[in-house]
């Protein structure tokens, strides 16, 4: 297993265009959680599965962003008119609801800069 | 809410020496994890130690210890023996153990920016 991969892991756009950005998670994770990082700032959480099911959204998460997870595997995050406010690193982490202490293990990221 | 302070934006370590990053936090619950993540420049964030709320001793893997101090609201990690390997932004986060939909969820903190010298 490669562990949490995303791609792309750069996206550079300009402001009004539509991105996403995909996560496959560790085969045997249930849960998917997506976050966003801003620079020198900790990761803020924006939603997370467990399998397909999206239980729960953040206020930061606006009517442009949507996220899915069609087969209870890789995830999808998608942004709609995209604007300056918008750049950010997005961190996708899964995890096993059994195991414990419910660790997350995190993807490498995808950048994202809106010209 | 749950909120969860770094007050030291950046700590520096001679190699071979001991740094301590001080983290706080703020909640109601008394069932919760804490966690010490590590995110090197470039690169993923990764699991450097965990703590349950309810267990008295203070968590240690390798070089890493905690010093957790419930009443105080404080998890502070302690890094011996420092690497140069050890150089990143180090996150404490916070995540209650109740069931229900917040299952899972991470709150993090600010972040502290560690440098090794060598």
């Known amino acids: 297993d490669t562990g949490v991969s995303q791609d792309p892991r750069h996206k550079i756009t300009k402001r009004g265009q539509n991105v996403t950005f995909r996560c496959d998670p560790i085969?045997?994770?249930?849960?998917l959680y997506w976050y966003r990082q801003t620079l020198g700032q900790g990761p803020e959480f924006l939603t997370y599965f467990q399998n397909e099911a999206q239980l729960e959204k953040s206020r930061l998460l606006s009517d442009r962003f949507s996220a899915e997870r069609p087969k209870g595997s890789f995830s999808t995050l998608e942004i709609q008119r995209t604007e300056q406010g918008d750049s950010a690193m997005y961190l996708c982490?899964?995890?096993?609801?059994?195991?414990?202490?419910?660790?997350?293990?995190f993807g490498a990221g995808s950048r994202l800069t809106v010209l | 809410a749950q909120t969860v302070t770094q007050s030291q934006p950046e700590m520096s370590v001679q190699e071979a020496e001991t740094v301590t990053l001080s983290c706080t936090y703020d909640t109601s619950e008394s069932d919760y994890y804490l966690f010490w993540y590590k995110q090197p420049p470039s690169r993923q964030m990764i699991l450097v130690i965990r703590?349950?709320?309810?267990?008295?001793q203070n968590a240690t893997e390798n070089r890493f210890s905690v010093n957790f101090q419930k009443a105080a609201k404080s998890f502070s990690l302690k890094i011996s023996d420092s690497q140069l390997g050890d150089a990143a932004m180090y996150f404490c986060?916070?995540?209650?153990?109740?069931?229900?939909?917040?299952?899972?969820?991470?709150?993090f903190g600010q972040g502290t920016i560690l440098t090794v010298h060598p």
């Open positions: 703590q349950e709320a309810y267990k008295q």
């Open positions: 085969s045997e994770h249930n849960r």
């Open positions: 982490a899964s995890s096993l609801e059994s195991s414990g202490a419910n660790v997350l293990t």
């Open positions: 986060a916070y995540r209650r153990n109740a069931g229900g939909t917040s299952y899972g969820k991470l709150t």
